[in-house]
C-alpha cells in the first residue's frame, strides 16, 4: 500500500514510485489514485502538441524554466512535464527524449518531469496520463505541461486532458495542402510559431492566419460533449464566450518568445475562468476519463468470463471466413457474456 | 436491404451507397458486410502513411494509375483507394483531398477513390476503414490503397489493417531527434523517400539508413499478436523470415521512381506469400477488428441497460471530486449492468 499522505507532503521518491504503479496499472496505484482524487482539481493543466521536427520538447523545457525563474512578482510554482509518445509503440523513444531535456532543469525539486511510451493501446496511454497528471496535481504541482508528439487523433484525445492546449509549428513544415488536412489547428488555445527565426515564418504565419478565420472556436465546446452522453444538454445551447487564438512566435533554443508565451497562458486560464470555460473542460475532461475507464473495464469483465477455448473456437471460424467479425462479436457475447 | 450481388457483380452505384451505409453504421451497411465476408481475403492491402507534406495523395495517385497504366505483361488491376483522415475530427479535410486527387483518374470505372474524415471515436473510424476494405475487396477490388494522415498511433491502428505499409519521409522533415521519436518507422515495410529532387534527400536517406539498423522487424510479428489474446501462442516462438525495409525514392507530381516502387511491393506480397507472413497479417488483422467490434459493442449494451437518470448522479458525484473515476465506474458497472 502507497501511504498517501507521503505523496500529499510533496515526497519525491514516494511520487516517483507512484507514477511507475499508475504506468503499470497495479492495483496499488488504482487504490492510491482513488484516494488522492478528492485532492485534484488544482493544476493548470497545459498540452503542447505539433508535428515532430517542431522543437516542443525545448519549447516546453523552456516554460517550465519560466515558471521557475522568471515569474515577475510572483513566487515560483512547482512544475510536472508528462512527456507523452503514442507514436512510439516499439521502442523507447521517450527515454531519448528525456537526456535531451534534463540539462537545464536537473536538481531543480520543483520541476518533476515522466515521460511515458505507448505501451500498447491507446486506452491505456490515455488513462495512464490522466493518473499521472491526477497524482502531480494531488502532490501540489500548479504547472503540469503535458506534452505529445504527433498530429493524429491521440494527441486530440491527449489535449482533451489540458485546460489550455498549445499546438506547435515550425517555419517549412505544412505550408502545403496536407496541412489543413493535420487540422489540429482546432484544438489550438494558442498556436507557437516556435524557430521563428528561419526563414518562412511570414509564410506560416500568414497560412495559420488564413486558418485560423476557417476555424469555428465554439464547436469545441461542442465536441467536447456528445462524445459519450449528454450530462449538460443545456451547455449546448448556452453560447460559448469567444477566444480568438493567438499566435505566438518562439526560439526555444534562445529562449525568445517564452516570457509571451506565459502571458497568452495566463490570459487564457483567466479567460476560462471568467467564462465558465474551465468548469466546462473539467467536466468534459472526466467524463472523458470515465468513459474510457468503463470500456476497458467493460472488456476486462467480459474476458474473466469467455474460455479461451470459445474463443478460439470462434476466432478459427472468422479466419476461416465462415462468419464475419460481427458475427463473432455476436457468437462470443452471447455465449461468454458474465453473468 | 442492399443486394449483395449488385456489390459482387460490381455495381458502382451500389457499392457507392455501400460505402455511404457503412461510413454512417446502419444496420443495412452491417448485415451487407456479414454477407459480403465469404467474399473478402483476395485484395492486396497497401497502407500508405506518413507526416503532412510528404506528398502521399499525389504518391497514391501515381500508385493507382500504375496499376491501371503500366503493369508489365500482366492486365491492369482494380484499384480501390481509402483516404483516411484521423486527425481532422472537426472539419471535411479529406472532401478537399478528393478534389486534388481526381484529376487523373476521374473517369476510370476500374478505379475507385473514398476518402473519410473522422466521426468522433477513433473505434468507429478504424471500424468503417475496415468495413470499406471488406466491401471494395468483395467487389473484386485487387489493390487496395489505405491511406492515412499523420504518424500517431491512429495511424499505427490503420497500418495493422494492410499487408503491406509504405512509410512516407521528404527531404527536410524530420532530421533532428524527434524525428526518431515519431517511431512510425517501425511499421514500415517500403519506405519512401518522396519529393526527393529536393535538396536533403541524401540527409533524409542517411537518417533513415541509420534508424532502419536500430529497429528489429522480427518484433513486429509480436507485436501484430498480444494485443488482446494469444490466439496462436506458437507464431511467437516461431522465427519470422526477415525483411529489410527497401528504401525507394520517388518524385510523386513527376511520376519518377513509381515503376521502382511498384516492383518493391510487388516483391513484399511474394515475401510475405512464401514466409507465410500473408496468413499471418490477415489473422492479426481479423483479430484486432474482433477486439475493436467487441469493445464497442460491449459499450452499446452497458448503454442501453443502464438509465440517464443513474448516470448522471454517478457523474455529479465524479465532478465534485466525492468519488474518483475509478469508483464512478465500479458504481455505474455494478448498478446498470445489463442482465
Do not use: C
Not at 66 to 94: I, M, N, W
Not at 217 to 235: I, N, T, Y
Not at 316 to 322: E, P, S, V
Amino acid at each position: 500500500m502507497i501511504d498517501i499522505n507521503t505523496i500529499l507532503s510533496g515526497n519525491r521518491l514516494a511520487l516517483s514510485r507512484l507514477l511507475t504503479q499508475i504506468e503499470n496499472d497495479t492495483p496499488e496505484g488504482r487504490a492510491a489514485l482513488n484516494d488522492l482524487f478528492p485532492h485534484t482539481g488544482n493544476a493548470h493543466l497545459i498540452g503542447v502538441t505539433g508535428a515532430p521536427g517542431t522543437g516542443k520538447s525545448s519549447l516546453v523545457n523552456r516554460l517550465a524554466y519560466f515558471y521557475r525563474h522568471s515569474l515577475q512578482g510572483q513566487e515560483a510554482k512547482r512544475v510536472a512535464v508528462v512527456a507523452v509518445d503514442p507514436s512510439s509503440p516499439f521502442t523507447g523513444g521517450a527515454v531519448l527524449g528525456d537526456r535531451v531535456r534534463m540539462k537545464d532543469l536537473a536538481g531543480d525539486a520543483g520541476v518533476f518531469i515522466r515521460s511515458m511510451a505507448s505501451r500498447g493501446s491507446l486506452g491505456g496511454l490515455a488513462t495512464a496520463t490522466a493518473g499521472m497528471v491526477q497524482a502531480f496535481d494531488a502532490a501540489g504541482f500548479e504547472i503540469i505541461l503535458i506534452e505529445t508528439v504527433g498530429a493524429g487523433q491521440a494527441e486530440v484525445d491527449i489535449a482533451r486532458l489540458a485546460h489550455t492546449t498549445l499546438v506547435v509549428e515550425a517555419p517549412g513544415l505544412g505550408d502545403d495542402i496536407q496541412a489543413i488536412k493535420a487540422g489540429i489547428l482546432e484544438i489550438a488555445d494558442i498556436l507557437v510559431i516556435n524557430k521563428a527565426d528561419r526563414p518562412g515564418v511570414e509564410n506560416t504565419e500568414r497560412a495559420l492566419k488564413g486558418m485560423l478565420n476557417l476555424a469555428h472556436p465554439v464547436q469545441r465546446v461542442f465536441q467536447h460533449h456528445g462524445q459519450f452522453m449528454d450530462v449538460e444538454p443545456a451547455v449546448l445551447t448556452e453560447s460559448a464566450p469567444m477566444w480568438l487564438p493567438p499566435i505566438q512566435k518562439t526560439v526555444a533554443t534562445e529562449g525568445s518568445g517564452i516570457t509571451e508565451l506565459g502571458s497568452e497562458i495566463e490570459r487564457h486560464r483567466l479567460h476560462l475562468q471568467s467564462s465558465g470555460d474551465w468548469e466546462r473542460r473539467e467536466r468534459a475532461r472526466l467524463e472523458t476519463e470515465l468513459h474510457q475507464l468503463l470500456q476497458s473495464t467493460l472488456v476486462s469483465r467480459w474476458q474473466a468470463g469467455v474460455s479461451e477455448n470459445q474463443y478460439q473456437q470462434v476466432f478459427k471460424q472468422l479466419a476461416d471466413r465462415q462468419i464475419s467479425p460481427r458475427q463473432a462479436v455476436k457468437e462470443l457475447l452471447n455465449g461468454g457474456f458474465p453473468k
